[in-house]
């Protein structure tokens, strides 16, 4: 059945409400005009042609709408639907021919829609419809666009529907919404991460996020309504607050590294931005700060900080630290004509802690010493461990820096004389103390610590463990010393050397067995020194290498001249021992001389082994194996340990110079030979006695069974050609054992 729109309206109302379709959004503002009936019969032409006129126009009208339009008569059959209604729905005309029923239509615009709930909505739409109430709702089609419907009914019955492409409005709500969840998260990451106060212009806190009451540990309550001041460190100075308060009140934005206090005492640092609130005047009225933790960074920092600055071991300050906090006291000092002193310490003896009780109980004796001296010194000054067993004390004097030197220098032998207990075994130091006065020894950190190392060279020199304040004498010495070196430097590079030989003889016969080399330099200008003004310089600046050589290989030679039976005895130093090269070196010479192993002995001191005992006893054993014979120089002095005598298989012990100087008239000196004598028996080991001047040392040592004798009376060392080792001068001026025999 075909519709047919209402013949009755006069012209001008049709054109109206054909206006009023536009007007009205697309909807007619009355629906009478929409009125379908069956043609009158007996219609007039001009009626029909009204009809038609009207028809089209309204056809046209609906058709140029923007939006998809339908109208629907009394019994809900579609009157008419717009091409746009159509292709909004994909919709075949066939769809939504005139007369169809709304269900029909629903039905073909249903199929295209997408969602569970489209069966629920067309019921929905059809009770509407049957009640004649407006309806709205949206659907989403299966081609991704969105069609919001309109149905509104008509007064006479019939309804029309406008269905709008909503496709853009729903998408730009689904991005807004999606921007709205975004932002809602990121807030809430914000909160989650940042510290957020606000404060009004007084500093009371007027808003803290949770972080804020999490960080600081007060809860909201005690935090709202409080000066923020409550949080205050005391860590910065006042400068930082009047510096940020005078940009906030110009309006700027402040920034900064902040510590503040929690209600816990503790302390944790923020890196802040304070914006202010500008009121209407363009004043702040309010501050909003925004805070990051930056507590773990600036732990970090001040570890990197800490461990660039401190000794690991010790935890005192190290030599860069101390070199930039005695300039910056020197400058502070010299502003206020203060008196400075630097104290430059070395330990004595603690090599042999090292040596002997390993390298762990060196680093505990330090640990124990550094806290010896931060109980000694005073707060105020600075302690330092400068490296290895060098420390420094800087202090600001406070009255007479000579009494105050002199006190503390006191204060520190003793108290580093103490002996340390270190698992269960005790061990002793020694501390040489250097000292240097500012302004009066200099202005600077260098000069300071240079001159203060002069004077402990000094203390060093007269024997250790002592104090010494810096002369000017000692930088002269200091000079001559330098010059001694280059000379020696160069002496070395040209052999200027020269070997005396002293005879060491049978105790009881008094025949040379051997003869010690004893190396003399021939100094250009000052004519020949004697060991005990080069060697230590030698071994110092890494010449007695080059020097030992030397004197091992001039000894082996000049000894192939000699008696088939006179050994030679070198003394070796302890750079060679630590050279690695040793047993390479003395095969070497013995086979370019010819001397024969058996004639070649090597004196060494105790402290030369216990470095890398294992090493040096292997090296020992095979030099022995080639029949090579060792002394052990110096006995009796300098160290306690009996242990390398033991452990070492010496030929010989050599009893020291002073002992025998003073037999035998002090008892300590006799017991101590005859105890040497005893160990040695005990190890099956010959005993020489040194220093041998006078006919009582001769006949006590004698008298002991000292088996060797060698000294002054026997022969001052000499040159190997007026060395006579036939011994014959020796018996015919001196009696023989068998005077001395009780
Ligand atoms: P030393 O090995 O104990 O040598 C003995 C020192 O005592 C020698 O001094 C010798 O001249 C001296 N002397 C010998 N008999 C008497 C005496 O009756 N009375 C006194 N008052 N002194 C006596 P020198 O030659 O000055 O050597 C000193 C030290 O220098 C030596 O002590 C030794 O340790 C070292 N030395 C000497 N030559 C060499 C060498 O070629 N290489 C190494 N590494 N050290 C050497
Ligand atoms: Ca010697
Ligand atoms: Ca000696």
Not at 346 to 363: E, I, Q, R, Y
Request: aromatic share 6%; net charge negative; charged share 25%.
């Amino acid at each position: 059945m075909s519709s047919r729109l209402g013949d009755t309206m006069i012209e001008p109302t049709i054109e109206f409400e054909i206006a009023n379709v536009d007007m009205n959004n697309g909807f007619p503002a009355s629906c009478d005009t929409c009125r379908s009936r069956q043609p009158a019969s007996g219609e007039t032409d001009r009626q029909r042609r009204v009809e038609v006129n009207w028809k089209h126009l309204l056809h046209t009208a609906i058709e140029s709408s923007a939006h998809g339009l339908c109208v629907f008569d009394d019994q809900s059959r579609l009157v008419i639907g717009n091409e746009q209604h159509r292709s909004l729905y994909s919709l075949a005309s066939s769809e939504v021919s005139p007369g169809r029923p709304v269900e029909d239509v629903l039905k073909g615009r249903h199929a295209r829609v997408v969602g569970a709930n489209a069966n629920g909505q067309l019921s929905h739409y059809l009770s509407a419809i049957r009640r004649g109430e407006e309806f709205q709702t949206t659907y989403e089609l299966q081609d991704g666009s969105f069609v919001e419907l309109d149905m509104h009914p008509m007064s006479g019955g019939g309804f029309v529907e406008r269905h709008r492409d909503v496709t853009e409005l729903r998408l730009a709500e689904v991005r807004a919404e999606e921007a709205r969840q975004e932002l809602i998260e990121k807030q809430y990451a914000i909160d989650q991460a940042v510290i957020v106060a606000i404060t009004d212009i007084r500093g009371t806190i007027t808003y803290a996020n949770d972080r804020f009451c999490d960080i600081s540990g007060y809860t909201r309550e005690e935090l709202v309504g409080n000066n923020h001041r409550l949080l205050k460190s005391g860590v910065h100075s006042q400068d930082i607050f009047r510096q940020m308060y005078r940009c906030l009140a110009r309006g700027g934005v402040w920034r900064g590294e902040l510590c503040n206090r929690a209600k816990s005492g503790q302390l944790y640092w923020v890196d802040t931005v304070i914006t202010p609130q500008l009121g209407p005047e363009g004043k702040p009225v309010a501050y909003m700060a925004i805070r990051v933790d930056i507590t773990a960074r600036k732990k970090a920092e001040a570890q990197l900080c800490h461990a660039a600055r401190h000794d690991a071991l010790t935890g005192l300050l190290n030599r860069a630290a101390l070199l930039e906090s005695l300039s910056e006291w020197l400058s502070q000092t010299q502003a206020k004509q203060q008196t400075l002193v630097v104290y430059l310490l070395d330990l004595d003896g603690f090599k042999h802690v090292n040596d002997t009780l390993g390298h762990a109980a060196g680093d505990a004796l330090l640990k124990q010493l550094s806290g010896r001296l931060i109980s000694v010194v005073p707060e105020t000054a600075l302690i330092a461990r400068l490296g290895g067993d060098e420390f420094a004390i800087v202090q600001i004097s406070a009255g007479d820096e000579r009494e105050e030197t002199q006190a503390l220098s006191v204060d520190l032998l003793q108290t580093i004389a103490i002996p340390f207990a270190i698992e269960s075994q005790q061990a002793t130091v020694g501390v040489s103390i250097g000292i240097s006065i500012a302004p009066l020894h200099g202005l600077t950190a260098p000069e300071l610590l240079y001159k203060a190392d002069l004077a402990l060279y000094r203390v060093k020199s007269e024997g250790r463990s002592g104090y010494h304040v810096f002369e000017d004498e000692m930088r002269s010495r200091a000079q001559d010393r330098n010059q001694l070196v280059n000379e020696l430097r160069a002496s070395v590079a040209r052999g200027e050397f020269e070997l005396h030989y002293q005879t060491i003889c049978e105790a009881g016969s008094l025949r040379p067995r051997s003869a010690e080399a004893l190396v003399r330099w021939r100094h250009s200008s000052r004519g020949l020194l004697y060991p005990d003004e080069f060697i230590g310089v030698a071994e110092e600046t890494g010449l007695m290498e080059a020097l030992g050589r030397w004197t091992l290989e001039r000894a082996c030679s000049d000894a192939v001249s000699w008696p088939g039976e006179i050994k030679v005895a070198v003394n070796l130093s302890p750079a060679q021992f630590r050279g690695g090269f040793l047993f390479d070196l003395i095969i070497g010479v013995l086979m370019k001389t010819g001397l024969p192993p058996h004639r070649l002995e090597l004196e060494v001191t105790e402290s030369m082994l216990l470095q890398d005992e294992e090493e040096n006893l292997l090296l020992f054993r095979q030099l022995k194996n080639i029949g090579v014979s060792f002394a052990l120089d110096d006995f009796g002095v300098g160290y306690a340990s009996l242990g390398s005598v033991v452990a070492f298989p010496f030929d010989k012990l050599k009893v020291d110079r002073s002992f025998t100087s003073e037999l035998p008239s002090k008892p300590a000196s006799r017991a101590v030979v005859a105890s040497i004598m005893t160990l040695a028996r005990g190890l099956n080991v010959q005993v020489t006695a040194e220093g041998v001047e006078t006919m009582e040392q001769l006949q006590f040592l004698r008298n002991q069974g000292v088996d060797f004798v060698q000294g002054y009376l026997l022969g001052r060392p000499v040159p190997s050609d007026a060395l006579d080792l036939t011994g014959a001068p020796l018996r015919s001026g001196l009696p023989d054992a068998s005077c001395f025999k009780k």
